[in-house]
């Protein structure tokens, strides 16, 4: 009955059936059988508490399935007030080699690239321990002396809470020169936790390290890497603790992980980032003493920014309008450098196809008393296409 649909045809009327009847449609044929076995396999989740979700992917999974698994999950729970477990760090060096060698031959090697496979890394809080108070260690996870290379993975993505700073944040990056065919790296933090009080000092360091690891890694210009998406906080216009810290460190003209974040955009083709930064992210401050000749973003395609409601020098884009409590009348002392860098650096992207810069912040609701509803301010800018010939900008809930 499916002598004349390709094998992609098959793959695609699976989708679209029950899971729980698929082993009936399995019997079919070799051809239905293969699909469902390609639809099965696409995910693996691992639990590194779990010792038999590891032997199922060295077992089963690498030896038969290799070819059909498009994303590799290895999910670590771990509890506030508790270390993490020395056999972790075992686990996780298996797991890494195990993954490595499941790309031997360079037949394999061309194949596993053209084909793509998604590892991701996450760390998240059981949910007994999710809402105690408990003391924190000081106890950080550390990748393993020698991590074997990875051939195959095209994105990296790491999850990780940044209320509990037990997982640093250039590990992605030291990871990511593992992953030699890495196409796209993606670094989440939980944004939906405040950072922990007892933790701003981490938090602190942790940026200011993954700056480090960027200049030392070179921005991972050698690699393949086309895409970042970057996460650092949360932009809920909550005032954060950390926030002070950190701009008691930074020097008072501009910040360094932005300037950091901006020259690693140079060899990018899309970057998305969320959290704390300033102008610099987008055009060098005076006191770089750096001057921008001709397009240096030959590549760039796209560049969103999501930003927070305060500078990381101690400023604030936006302020509260008289007899407010809601910060969402623009500070044009702030503002208007913002986008005039921003401007300055679309006018050297010639290839670039969309970009924006976006707040979250309060608005009151006029009709209902001390009541009020987020929104994103927004401004994006569209460059010239086959439907409009002419640049475009659009503005979402621009008020001021």
Known sequence: MDTHFPQEVVDNIV???PEDELSKFATVSRKWQKAVENYNFRYFTIDHTKEEDMEGLATIVFPKHRHQLRILRLRSPLQLGY???????KTLLRFFQLVAGSVTTVQEALESRNRGTTLELSWHYQADAEDFGFAIDSCTFTLPPVTPVMRGIST?????????VRVRLYTAVELAMATPDI???EILANTTRPILTLRCADHVRNRISLRAALLARKFLSHTN??????????????SHMWID?????????FDLLSSAVRMWSYTLVS?????????????????????????V??????????LRLETPTGNRYFVARTGSNFENKPHQETLQPLFSYWADALGHMPVLEKASVAFTMKFEVISERNAWCPMDWMVEYQAPNNESPNPRLFFQYVRG
């Open 15 to 17: 989708e679209f059936l």
């Open 225 to 238: 890497l086309q895409e970042v998406c970057l996460m650092l906080e949360p932009t809920d216009g909550v």
């Open 83 to 89: 270390r993490i477990p020395e056999a972790f760090n």
């Open 297 to 306: 973003w030959n590549r760039l395609k796209n560049f969103h920014a999501r």
């Open 156 to 164: 990296l993505r790491m999850i990780m809470c940044c209320a509990d």
């Open 183 to 185: 196409k796209r790296l």
């Open 245 to 253: 810290s950190y701009t008691s460190l930074v020097p008072r003209q």
């Open 271 to 295: 970057l998305d980032v969320q959290g704390l930064f300033d102008s610099s992210l987008f055009w060098p401050d005076p006191a770089e003493k750096l001057i921008i000749g001709g397009s």
